[in-house]
């Protein structure tokens, strides 16, 4: 007997279903968690990758191709952020039209406390999974991203 195309190991949901359920459960949370910093999780996962990447200038280009996020929504989460002097905006000495976005003493201030809120939400995260688990699930998990990012390279290669 043929499986209905579609479905898979007779699941109700696909995948997509679970990554937006999972994501919209761990946006909500964290977005409450960091109330008290004035701060949302998209503009965390900014000021954490600013914090940690290894390059010496990153500017609004960098972040739009790493979280692959558009210029309007990166420009607008800046400028919020800018507001609220979680960063700021330097002019390249080699060239005045590119900022260098970098972050403020604020986030060395807040950095620790962030940091447990992140714990606690990846203790919630891997809650019952042995350590075998935890490290497949990571391993699962950037297969599937590396896939999609794979993918929507084709795409724009197929457009062009």
Do not use: W
Request: positive net charge; contains cysteine; aromatic residues 8%.
């Amino acid at each position: 007997m043929k499986k209905k195309e579609g479905k898979m190991n007779n699941r109700k949901y696909g995948y997509g279903f679970y990554f937006r359920c999972i994501q919209s459960q761990l946006e909500k949370a964290m977005n409450e968690q960091l109330k008290e910093f004035d701060l949302t999780k998209s503009q965390l996962d900014i000021l954490r990758f600013l914090k940690y990447v290894k390059k010496d200038h990153v500017n609004q280009k960098d972040i739009e191709e790493f979280f692959h996020i558009s210029n309007p929504t990166v420009t607008g989460l800046l400028n919020r952020m800018e507001q609220k002097g979680y960063v700021v905006r330097i002019h390249s000495p080699d060239d005045k039209r590119i900022r260098y976005i970098q972050i403020t003493d604020k986030v060395e201030d807040i950095d620790k406390k962030i940091k447990k809120h992140i714990d606690y939400s990846e203790g919630v995260i891997a809650k019952g999974l042995s350590q075998e688990e935890r490290n497949l699930l990571f391993k699962l998990l950037a297969k599937v991203k590396d896939n999609l990012i794979k993918e929507e390279e084709n795409h724009v290669k197929d457009i062009d």
